[in-house]
């Protein structure tokens, strides 16, 4: 059984950094493309950044330049170096799976098919 539990997350003020870490078990092999997902209250979830098997990223514009991702494959963790965060950045963030078709979704940013795992979300608050 596939499980994704998101660490990190907490109150900054603008302009200051966060780093959220996603765990991974359940998987027999690294063949999958993960993601950072958001949902602001009031909002619809929105992709943020996904990365695939081999390390291709593809990032909302929004957040090109302020955000990182990586993952190790060998510890099937993700994380998310949040830099320069802004009010509008304030918002749950998801960690999700999906085989690895969901990182050739040009739609992933807004419908997010293939995505079939998801973790409980951490909070991200960015103050003014």
């Known amino acids: 059984q596939v499980q994704l539990v998101e660490s990190g997350g907490g109150s900054v003020q603008a302009g200051g950094s966060l780093r959220l870490s996603c765990a991974a078990s359940?998987?027999?092999?690294?063949?999958?493309?993960m993601g950072w997902f958001r949902q602001a209250p009031g909002k619809q979830r929105e992709g943020v950044v996904i990365?695939?098997?081999?390390?291709?990223?593809a990032y909302a514009n929004s957040v090109k330049g302020r955000f990182t991702i990586s993952r190790d494959n060998a510890k099937n963790t993700l994380d998310l170096q949040m830099n320069s965060l802004k009010p509008e950045d304030t918002a749950t963030y998801y960690c999700?799976?999906?085989?690895?078709?969901?990182?050739?979704?040009?739609?992933?940013?807004?419908?997010?098919?293939?995505?079939?795992?998801w973790g409980q979300g951490t909070q991200v608050t960015v103050s003014s």
């Open positions: 990365i695939g098997m081999n390390g291709g990223t």
């Open positions: 359940g998987y027999s092999d690294s063949s999958y493309c």
């Open positions: 999700a799976a999906g085989p690895e078709r969901a990182c050739f979704d040009s739609n992933w940013r807004r419908t997010y098919t293939y995505f079939d795992k």
